[in-house]
């Protein structure tokens, strides 16, 4: 099987088209076509089907992809592991990364880890828990760092660092009256400012009311974001309170708008995860920076 010709597979399903293919890796369309024939017919499948100007993979080119993403992958590493060996670890680091983790833990942890091995080169994607845990199955990212464990045999998940959920209210005379520690009786009348289907800070915070006999029905939603600094800003608007991450607190300019409450009786604490996937080989830049994160 000759591994260029994995390689024009690989980046047809990642280009989607033949000639967007072609233009991409600077090679001529006829001879991307020639490619994928000549894999085909070794392989005796059918690995792609036309639909008008898009080309999708076949039920069997979906089952072909992730091992032919393996075998280029499994040949860039020992190809890496050679350079590593002779010049130190190098090469693009792909990341995945929920809210939390990426505005306010990766950027230190990145530029810790670039002191020792200055020739990585980071490409960050942000995204919720669930978005970063589907581009770790569908090989869009080679690491995961999420805020929520989503089951799922492919993958494995290594504990990163704790965290906790705060409430926070804006700093208007309605909330003077508030103590650091409220009452959930007292927190679930207000009007909710929460963050989009799919967080992991949103999964915590409605386990945590079930718990408490509360239904995620009966909170007052008034808002929803994508994005935590949206959940932030119209908290210190005054237009609702909101469950975030303790981290975020910490670090978010112009916090003296708000007012930081714990509830009682509410443990909100969490964890962060690594998650890979499991037949994913790692490159070493990759490899390396999961011993990294997992070391702090």
């Not at 059918?46 to 008008?52: A, D, I, K, P």
């Not at 975030?244 to 969490?270: D, H, P, Q, T, Y």
Request: aromatic content about 8%; glycine content about 6%; charged content about 30%.
């Amino acid at each position: 099987m000759d591994l260029k010709q994995l390689d024009v597979f690989i980046n047809v399903v990642k280009y989607g088209t033949f000639s967007k293919t072609a233009e991409k890796i600077y090679l001529a369309q006829p001879t991307i076509s020639a490619h994928i024939a000549a894999l085909e017919k070794e392989l005796d499948i059918v690995l792609f089907e036309r639909r008008g100007k898009t080309t999708e993979l076949s039920e069997g080119g979906k089952m072909f992809y992730p091992l032919a993403v393996d075998i280029i992958e499994m040949k860039e590493k020992a190809v890496n592991t050679a350079l590593s060996y002779r010049e130190g670890v190098k090469g693009q680091l792909e990341i995945g990364a929920s809210t939390t983790v990426c505005n306010y833990i990766l950027p230190k942890m990145m530029n810790d880890f670039s002191k020792k091995f200055p020739d990585v080169v980071f490409k960050i994607k942000q995204g919720n828990s669930t978005e970063v845990i589907n581009d770790v199955l569908n090989y869009s990212t080679d690491l995961g760092i999420v805020g929520g464990i989503v089951k799922n045999n492919q993958l494995e998940y290594n504990d990163f660092i704790e965290d906790e959920l705060m409430l926070i209210v804006p700093n208007t005379n309605k909330y003077k009256s508030w103590n650091s520690v409220v009452h959930i009786e007292d927190v679930a009348k207000e009007k909710f400012i929460i963050r989009e289907r799919g967080s992991g800070t949103r999964k915590k915070f409605e386990e945590k009311l079930k718990e408490n006999g509360i239904s995620k029905e009966n909170i007052k939603k008034v808002a929803e974001f994508a994005s935590l600094e949206g959940v932030i800003r119209a908290v210190q608007e005054g237009l609702g309170v909101a469950a975030v991450s303790s981290i975020a607190v910490s670090n978010f300019v112009g916090m003296e708008k708000v007012k930081v409450c714990k509830i009682k009786n509410f443990n909100l604490s969490r964890k962060f995860y690594i998650a890979n996937h499991k037949s994913r080989v790692l490159n070493p830049a990759t490899e390396r920076f999961k011993d990294f994160l997992m070391s702090k």
